[in-house]
Antibody, heavy 117, light 111 residues
Framework: QVQLQQWGAGLLKASETLSLTCAVYGGPFSGYYWSWIRQPPGKGLEWIGEIDINTNKNYNPSLKSRVTISVDTSKNQISLKLSSVTAADTAMYYC???????????WGLGTLVTVSS | QSELTQPPSASGTPGQRVTISCSGSSSNIGSNTVNWYQQFPGTAPKLLIYKINQRPSGVPDRFSGSKSGTSASLAISGLQSEDEADYYCVTWQDGLNGYYVFGPGTKVTVL
């Protein structure tokens, strides 16, 4: 059974860099795109970006200037960095496996990141 | 402000059929596949429908999807109390820097 375990700092100050990691267990790491998706409290979902094991990446243009997604194939992990955070970046952040275009079939439990001013 | 439009809410009594729409444009739904997610409070979204009308293993067949032109729909037939949740559509937004775009979500209430 595929499991995505994610971790990272949950409380940041404005202007700091958000850093999250997602480890994949119980299934193949190659052959898929891996995405980060976020959800502000009480609001909808926003796709942040994706990466595969060959470091092919796509980012949401609205976040592209501040986002870096990377992959560590030796550990079956992906990472997210979001720089210069503000209160607007306060959200639950999820990592997810993409089995087909926009078809995220396995999700992490989520990491709540709160940005204080 | 999403490029996709969904009604904020929908409701029905047990056993009824409820349909949720997802409207877009020729540069998203009109030229790409659409998927649907179900989300309960405090949990991660669950893939409900992919490639417009395909159900992942374990999803009941009372959930169905369709697409016509620049709009897509999710239908829940035989509505059950456990279907009360938020539902999101998602598709690819075409462009030089394309990206996945989610609809704003629809809250389904079982009366």
């Amino acid at each position: 059974q595929v499991q995505l375990q994610q971790w990272g700092a949950g409380l940041l100050k404005a202007s700091e860099t958000l850093s999250l990691t997602c480890a994949v267990y119980g299934g193949p790491f190659s052959g898929y795109y891996w995405s980060w998706i976020r959800q502000p409290p009480g609001k909808g979902l926003e796709w942040i970006g994706e990466i595969d094991i060959n470091t092919n990446k796509n980012y949401n243009p609205s976040l592209k200037s501040r986002v870096t997604i990377s992959v560590d194939t030796s550990k079956n992990q992906i990472s997210l960095k979001l720089s210069s955070v503000t209160a607007a970046d306060t959200a639950m952040y999820y990592c997810a496996r993409q089995m087909a275009a926009a078809a995220f079939d396995y999700w992490g439990l989520g990491t709540l990141v709160t940005v204080s001013s | 402000q999403s490029e996709l439009t969904q009604p904020p809410s929908a409701s029905g009594t047990p056993g009824q059929r409820v349909t949720i729409s997802c409207s877009g444009s020729s540069s998203n739904i009109g030229s790409n596949t659409v998927n649907w997610y179900q989300q309960f409070p405090g949990t991660a979204p669950k893939l409900l429908i992919y490639k417009i009308n395909q159900r992942p293993s374990g999803v009941p067949d009372r959930f169905s999807g369709s697409k016509s032109g620049t709009s897509a729909s999710l239908a829940i037939s035989g509505l059950q109390s456990e279907d009360e949740a938020d539902y999101y559509c998602v598709t690819w937004q075409d462009g030089l820097n394309g990206y996945y775009v989610f609809g704003p979500g629809t809250k389904v209430t079982v009366l």
